[in-house]
């Protein structure tokens, strides 16, 4: 880290022997993880560094903002709209956990039985080891599974929340409910922070995001060469980072890396052999650092080439259209992209059936890796009509459901190894 | 029972041999739970008959009115309004499962960690052992948890199915989604009768279902007294046969049973001892044979004197009003009842928070069980705010996880029997 940080975690309140703990397991484990791996792209040295700044830089970074007078809004899901925190100059991060932390907490408030995602949430909020929450103005939430749903109810006693709501269908209701949800958030950021969102505020902050995507997704769609110019592992970073970073460094600094990915696709140079095995992860959303999938997949002798996820494709895919000349109509621009992500929340939700087997073909995938999180009823009951149509579209695919802890991971190894060797060519 | 049903059994498609042992295991479990119970209400009796055909009398019944041309609907929910059949001269019939039947063809279907409930509607249609299935010419489900929302996707491949989508919040956008669902849902059925639904034909639904309220309702308002004029598990059955059997010869029944225990309450005469401790139960639906934790309850000393469950209060509380001279208007009094229903599914669930220790003070409970089924997100997650509540309230609380097995038995007496100690005066 570029410099101690700890007297801004302790003016923060957080639990700095816990934080620094957590610290070290996440050195630890990025060390492992992500420095072990041969012929990385340069440009994800920009990676390490923000990863080793997370906590650190980051952070200094948005209490600045804060010190301008800018606020920071705290998210869980894709559904809130970045375009309208940016048009009102406040800054957004993500919120999710990947870490098993403070879990002895969390089940204080939550039932055992509730995915890693959310009980890390409030462990990582209630154990005072997340920055994110104690720099934020406020934190976003939203009715998506019931999960989260529910946990609001007791979050909300315990930090700053506003939750949106959200349709469960994609009929016309549903759309209205989700617009109507848009522009009651806008007028909420707008008094927040005190900044009238124009027409011209509004088509910046879609710019911005538009921009991001289009980034992410020039390295993405890289990843259809063979042999693959990045390992899925460095992608699922950039995916992640997309959450917490300062957008426009961040969009330059992948739009670098998509430079360097093109020309070794031009010249041939991959992350590894053209022989490996590739393979589409497809399902939850994977949090700083839940790395743990990813790893087995690639120290297994498979590389990862598409993320059919939250933290992946469907953070990126679709723009929003700048045309219009009313706030109204950008919003309703906001809700034609918004309402198209595929998340195993809608029902039915063959868009994203359909989307899986697309990325596969579109990326040349010889399996798909559907991954869940242990109690994730949405995406655990989905999975089901994933098997019929990958069935169907010939396309081999191995089911793991799991959670953060590290305890499953013998069995992961054996039964990815098991599928690498059966989709070899 | 009265008569061989096999050919209907067979005519109807079940597996016969696995239905006989349905039959054998429910018979001898309603003996020792139902028919061991000392000082019942004579009127009971017409319950043991309405469960000794319940898979055949009943079914006949169903039979005969489509031999009349009526329509038979198979619902699994409380916001399905039984007013809207009953105005096409449809016959409305509970589809939940309360017993752990067919898993294993469920689980080919389901995540394992599906909530019994959920597991339990798959393998009794899936394994062939459920008449009222086959005897129904279509299953209406609705978007209310993760569990059924994702479940339907899949069973709609299985059986002839209509979805109703259900809002997560009480706004007016909330509101303006279940009012629509109900008109779409009207007009779905009369299409399916080819009767259309008058004023006249929806006020007399409105009055059959309303009647049905206020007779159940009478009975579980007597259990205010001390002593209770009838046993909880009497109770709930009285509470589910309301799912199956015929409406009016049903609310016939259960007034005479009102009358009867007026008369007890009058006469000071209980079905157990002043001294027994008395017992609010609270949660999740227990549907026919899910007796289990009743059961438990019972037979240690306490008595149940309250069902807060959708197979209790929350099915008859609250009245429709019949005010209104067209169809949209008596639509709008359906909407105002059934929005009211304070399932765990909305967010936030105040009004059930309040009702319970309101239902806890009105029946002089000494206690609150929080039962809830395993992986039961809803009710599992709104159980920390129960139990905020009640401790506020000063009203002691069991909170009870559990699923259809009987492998936990043990544990639940001995947790039961503590906790009946505890609240002993």
Same mark, same amino acid.
């Given at each position: 880290m570029s410099q101690d940080w700890a007297p801004m975690w302790k003016e923060l309140g957080l639990d700095l022997k816990a934080h620094d703990e957590l610290l070290n397991v996440l050195g630890k484990f990025y060390n492992d993880i992500f420095m072990s791996q041969k012929d990385r792209p340069q440009g994800m040295q920009y990676f390490d560094f923000v990863m080793s700044e997370v906590h650190g830089l980051r952070i200094k970074e948005l209490l600045d903002a804060k010190a301008q007078s800018r606020k920071v809004i705290a998210t869980f899901c894709l559904y809130i709209p970045e375009e309208i925190a940016l048009a009102t100059n406040a800054v957004q991060v993500g919120l999710c956990g990947g870490a098993e932390m403070g879990f002895n907490i969390a089940e204080k408030y939550l039932p055992r039985n509730t995915c890693s995602l959310i009980k890390s949430f409030f462990g990582f909020s209630e154990a005072k080891i997340c920055p994110y929450f104690e720099a934020s103005d406020l934190v976003v939430g939203e009715n998506t599974c019931d999960g989260k749903k529910k946990a609001y109810e007791i979050f909300k006693d315990l930090r700053n929340l506003y939750v949106m709501d959200m349709p469960n269908m994609k009929h016309e209701k549903g759309r209205e409910l989700l617009k109507s949800e848009y522009i009651k958030y806008l007028q909420m950021m707008e008094k927040l922070t005190g900044k009238k969102i124009t027409v011209e505020s509004l088509k910046k902050g879609i710019h911005i995001a538009n921009e991001k995507r289009k980034a992410i997704g020039r390295v993405m769609d890289l990843?259809?060469?063979?042999? %693959? +110019?990045?390992s899925g592992k460095d992608a699922l970073l950039i995916n992640q980072v997309a959450f917490y970073d300062d957008p426009l460094r961040f969009t330059d600094s992948v739009n670098k890396i998509a430079d360097e990915c093109e020309k070794r696709v031009k010249n041939k140079?991959?992350?590894?052999?053209?022989e490996t095995p590739r393979i589409l992860v497809s399902g939850c959303p994977m949090a700083v650092p839940n790395w743990k999938v990813p790893h087995v997949i690639e120290t297994n002798g498979a590389v990862i080439v598409g993320e059919e996820s939250c933290v992946g494709m469907r953070n990126i895919r679709n723009l929003v259209s700048?045309?219009?000349?009313t706030v109204e109509q950008l919003v309703d621009n906001l809700v034609d992209r918004y309402f198209?992500?595929?998340?195993?929340?809608? %029902? +039915?939700?063959?868009d994203r059936l359909d989307h899986i087997v697309q990325m596969a073909k579109d990326l040349k995938a010889d399996g798909v890796v559907h991954y869940s999180l242990q109690f994730c009823t949405p995406y655990n009951t989905e999975s089901h009509l994933v098997e019929n149509t990958l069935q169907k579209a010939k396309i081999p695919l191995l089911k793991i459901e799991t959670d953060y802890?590290?305890?499953?991971m013998g069995q992961l190894n054996t039964r990815v190894q098991a599928f690498v060797e059966m989709i070899k060519k």
């Open positions: 990843r259809k060469h063979n042999p %693959t +110019p990045i140079i991959g992350v590894v052999s053209k700048d045309k219009g000349n198209k992500i595929d998340c195993a929340i809608f %029902t +039915p939700n063959k802890s590290m305890e499953d």
